[in-house]
């Protein structure tokens, strides 16, 4: 064999860091350590992987084509190392969720998968849609689980569940005591939405195609909770996932509002970059979300 694992890891630090040293950094090696390694692998096939921008390394074309292969054969390796020293079948996660899943459905997966798999490590970030499909796509993340629809040829998108958002107001609110809202309601209230790139905000604009323009939307906030506690305050009315309410509207601190004629039904999705290898990890992952319920995922 003419290359090293070694040698595939300085590889995938620099095409992730674009970077000698941070590369080096991340690996725990010298910077000489790591460019030697580097340009010994290019040496020995007689080819270039990156191009060199001072003190930058912008991956080329080959290297680009070379990369997902790459990432597959340094994930193989380390579950055989995990099988071989350990007897474990399940190698590190890395999972990327929406802010809507990660805070109110991924850890409680997430905490399944471990009690399942004890030993077994698992990194959940927890971004709007943009970031997480950026970070799928640039093999940062193993599987992403989003709230919004794309279309990139690079990811396959699998459908996980159903999903739809609900209008609400505090129960105080003028709002509150009507039946159901006309399109003059929507057109008067005062909105706190989420923040543009958000798998919920695509759904909102979607769902108010053709009155989005006069909307008042006072407010665009990242995190939900503080979404809720505004719309608790009586700043304005709001609209979000039925999974982030179950509790509040349990409680009676905030209530639904009917909107005949509004399609606010959405799909849940995975996402996995097509040239990604799907580890043993992976697949039991996606098998666990799948397998585990709505009325599971609220139990204490």
């Keep these: ?19 000698i040293t941070r ?9 000489s350590a790591a460019s030697s390694a580097l340009r010994d692998l290019e040496h020995q096939f007689d080819i270039r992987l990156f191009d060199r921008v001072g003190k930058r390394l912008q991956i080329n074309e080959l290297g680009r084509l070379l990369r997902p292969r790459v990432e597959a054969l340094l994930e193989r390796a380390r579950e055989l190392e995990l099988a071989l020293g350990q007897h474990a079948d399940l190698g590190p996660l890395k999972v990327g969720a929406t802010l809507t899943i990660g805070n109110y459905l991924a850890v409680n997966i997430m905490a399944a998968y471990m009690r399942e798999q004890p030993g077994a490590s698992v990194q959940l970030d927890v971004a709007n849609t943009a970031s997480i499909v950026r970070r799928v796509s640039n093999f940062e993340l193993d599987v992403g689980l989003i709230e919004g629809e ?34 003059s309601d929507l057109l ?16 909102f604009e979607r769902a108010m195609h053709g009155i989005l ?7 665009e906030l990242q995190h939900t909770e503080a979404i809720k506690r505004a719309v608790e305050a009586r700043i304005g009315i709001s609209c979000l996932s039925r999974v982030t309410l179950v509790e509040a ?7 639904p509002l009917k909107t005949p004629g509004k ?9 996995l970059h097509r040239e990604k290898y799907r580890s043993a990890g992976i697949e039991r992952w996606l098998e666990l979300c799948r397998q585990i319920d709505e009325a599971s995922l609220f139990l204490p």
């Design 150 to 183: 794309l279309n990139e040829p690079q990811l396959e998108v699998l459908p996980w569940r159903r999903d739809e958002l609900v209008v609400f107001c505090a129960p105080e609110h003028p709002l509150a005591a009507h039946g159901s809202l006309e399109e």
């Design 263 to 271: 399609d606010f039904k959405r799909q849940f999705y995975f996402i």
């Design 188 to 203: 008067d209230a005062v909105w706190i939405m989420r923040e543009r790139g958000s798998g919920t905000r695509q759904t």
């Design 213 to 219: 323009p006069q909307m008042n939307i006072l407010l």
């Design 249 to 255: 509207f349990r409680r009676g601190s905030l209530v």
């Design 23 to 31: 590369a080096a950094e991340s690996l725990s090696m010298s910077q």
């Design 1 to 19: 064999m003419h290359y090293t694992l070694r040698q595939l890891e300085v590889f995938l630090a620099a095409a992730h860091y674009e970077n």
